[in-house]
């Protein structure tokens, strides 16, 4: 009886590691423990207080009924406006959908587009909710690695070599989470040839656009008008504008039966996003010159420096120097076989489990992006923080035998 209770669909997935190991340094730290946090991937900026000034207006003028299950119409308007200005990407308002955050545009995306056994190509080390979502919209999850000593870049005759009748989907992520990879114009092209000779679509998550040093963002869809056609652009305000918690992102797709398919899918699970959200992304959008993202920018910049030059001098850690976003991906492989304090660390998650335990740093493990060999840490934690944290895995390493 007891095996009857949850459908296969939910066996099949598991909690998304990064929200799970945060929610345990977070539980760590309100019981009095000094846990540093290199989980989950959230600006450590508050939201800017325009967009905040911009809730507070929607709820003293009583914006707090249901909008259009897209959302409300100057919201898609402005994003239209954005979209064009800064991504060269012309859509009209019913173009947009907005949703729950990027990961519900996404799941939105896959759940409308995907039927049992349709494979969707994910490139490794993906981030960890792509995997479960294609899972949960049916679909089959297609894995092409990237290897760190490639630089985590593409190898195109692997890639098409797993294209077959049954794949339909290639999900891009640019800058990528975890690696920090930034496609260049000729990758980008390249995928698109790729897509267009197979006759697939491509769903392009561009969360962290903003956060990128040395290269410029360039939005696949941008190249020409067929690539267009066949991408799903997938975007939000979480990182943009430090509004994880508000749960604002959206879709843009220039296919009207998609973009009436997945307004159809939202308005019989979520209706609209919250309304008060919305206006605040209303006015993270229509009031620009209020926030200079570059100020954001080059501390991130500076925490990515140092942060890898330290995981660097670490004798049994190796790090590649991330493009955009803000995480490090170091491989830790030269840990495993060895004891800490007599605790053997066999993979990364022994090497995760015993350093929150003994050292309480929270680190995410390589295998929820898809590689073993790995950690993950956000470095948009405070500098103090980051040094700190930083001390303490060197410690550990140091103590490995
Ligand atoms: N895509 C990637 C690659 C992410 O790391 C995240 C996590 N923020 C999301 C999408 C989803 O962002 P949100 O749902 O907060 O808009
Ligand atoms: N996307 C962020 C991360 O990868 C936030 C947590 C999540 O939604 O997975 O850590």
Same mark, same amino acid.
């Given at each position: 009886?007891?095996?009857?209770?949850?459908?296969?669909?939910?066996?099949?997935?598991? @909690?998304?590691?990064?929200?799970?190991?945060?929610?345990?340094?977070?539980?760590?730290?309100?019981?009095?423990?000094?846990?540093?946090? /290199?989980?989950?991937?959230?600006?450590?900026?508050?939201?800017?207080?325009?967009?905040?000034?911009?809730?507070?207006? +929607?709820? %003293?003028? !009583?914006?707090?009924?249901?909008?259009?299950?897209?959302?409300?119409?100057?919201?898609?308007? #402005?994003?239209?406006?954005?979209?064009?200005?800064?991504?060269?990407?012309?859509?009209?308002?019913?173009?947009?959908? #907005?949703?729950?955050? +990027?990961?519900?545009?996404? /799941?939105?995306? $896959?759940?409308?587009l995907c039927n049992p056994w349709d494979e969707v190509i994910v490139?490794?080390?993906? =981030?960890?909710?792509?995997?479960?979502?294609i899972k949960?919209s049916g679909a089959v999850p297609v894995v092409v690695?990237?290897? &760190?000593?490639?630089?985590?870049?593409?190898?195109?005759?692997?890639?098409?070599?797993r294209i077959t009748d049954k794949t339909k989907i290639i999900i891009?992520?640019?800058?990528?989470?975890?690696? !920090?990879?930034?496609?260049?114009?000729?990758?980008?092209?390249?995928?698109?040839?790729?897509?267009?000779?197979y006759?697939l679509y491509?769903?392009?998550?561009?969360?962290?656009?903003? #956060?990128?040093?040395?290269?410029?963002?360039?939005?696949?869809?941008?190249?020409?008008?067929?690539?267009?056609?066949?991408?799903?652009?997938?975007?939000?305000?979480?990182?943009?504008?430090?509004?994880?918690? =508000?749960?604002?992102?959206?879709?843009?797709?220039?296919?009207?039966?998609?973009?009436?398919?997945?307004?159809?899918?939202?308005?019989?699970?979520?209706?609209?996003?919250?309304?008060?959200?919305? &206006? @605040?992304?209303?006015?993270?959008?229509?009031?620009?010159?209020?926030?200079?993202?570059? +100020?954001?920018?080059?501390?991130?910049?500076? &925490?990515?420096?140092?942060?890898? &030059?330290?995981?660097?001098?670490?004798?049994?850690?190796?790090?590649?120097?991330?493009?955009?976003?803000?995480?490090?991906?170091? %491989?830790?492989?030269?840990? /495993?076989?060895?004891?800490?304090?007599?605790? $053997?660390?066999?993979?990364?998650?022994?090497?995760?489990?015993?350093?929150?335990?003994?050292?309480?740093?929270?680190? #995410?493990?390589?295998?929820?992006?898809?590689?073993?060999?790995?950690?993950?840490?956000?470095?948009?934690?405070?500098?103090?923080?980051?040094?700190?944290?930083?001390?303490?895995?060197?410690?550990?390493?140091?103590?490995?035998?």
């Amino acid at each position: 009886m007891e095996n009857r209770v949850l459908s296969d669909r939910v066996l099949n997935i598991t @909690a998304s590691v990064t929200l799970a190991i945060t929610n345990k340094a977070r539980e760590m730290k309100k019981s009095g423990i000094e846990v540093i946090s /290199f989980g989950a991937g959230e600006p450590d900026f508050d939201t800017p207080s325009y967009i905040k000034a911009g809730a507070k207006r +929607a709820l %003293d003028e !009583g914006f707090t009924k249901y909008t259009a299950t897209s959302g409300f119409l100057e919201l898609r308007s #402005v994003i239209c406006d954005k979209l064009l200005k800064e991504n060269n990407l012309s859509y009209k308002p019913n173009q947009i959908i #907005v949703s729950n955050g +990027a990961k519900h545009a996404l /799941f939105n995306a $896959l759940f409308s587009l995907c039927n049992p056994w349709d494979e969707v190509i994910v490139f490794s080390p993906y =981030w960890v909710t792509y995997i479960d979502q294609i899972k949960m919209s049916g679909a089959v999850p297609v894995v092409v690695e990237t290897e &760190k000593n490639n630089g985590f870049r593409i190898d195109f005759t692997k890639f098409e070599e797993r294209i077959t009748d049954k794949t339909k989907i290639i999900i891009i992520n640019s800058p990528n989470n975890p690696t !920090g990879v930034v496609y260049s114009l000729d990758e980008l092209k390249e995928i698109a040839r790729i897509a267009k000779k197979y006759n697939l679509y491509v769903i392009s998550d561009e969360i962290y656009e903003k #956060v990128v040093y040395s290269k410029k963002h360039i939005s696949i869809a941008s190249l020409d008008d067929d690539i267009k056609n066949r991408t799903i652009v997938i975007n939000g305000f979480s990182k943009s504008f430090s509004m994880t918690g =508000w749960r604002i992102g959206y879709l843009a797709t220039s296919n009207n039966n998609i973009a009436s398919a997945v307004n159809k899918v939202q308005s019989h699970m979520t209706s609209n996003a919250n309304s008060i959200a919305q &206006k @605040a992304a209303f006015t993270a959008l229509s009031h620009d010159c209020d926030f200079d993202f570059n +100020a954001i920018i080059s501390k991130f910049l500076s &925490k990515r420096n140092y942060i890898v &030059k330290e995981l660097n001098s670490m004798s049994l850690i190796s790090c590649s120097e991330p493009d955009g976003a803000f995480y490090a991906f170091p %491989d830790i492989s030269k840990c /495993f076989g060895k004891k800490y304090k007599g605790r $053997l660390i066999k993979d990364d998650l022994d090497f995760c489990e015993v350093l929150l335990e003994e050292k309480k740093v929270a680190v #995410v493990p390589g295998s929820a992006f898809g590689d073993k060999n790995f950690i993950r840490l956000s470095y948009a934690l405070s500098f103090e923080d980051m040094l700190n944290g930083i001390s303490r895995i060197e410690d550990f390493c140091n103590n490995l035998e």
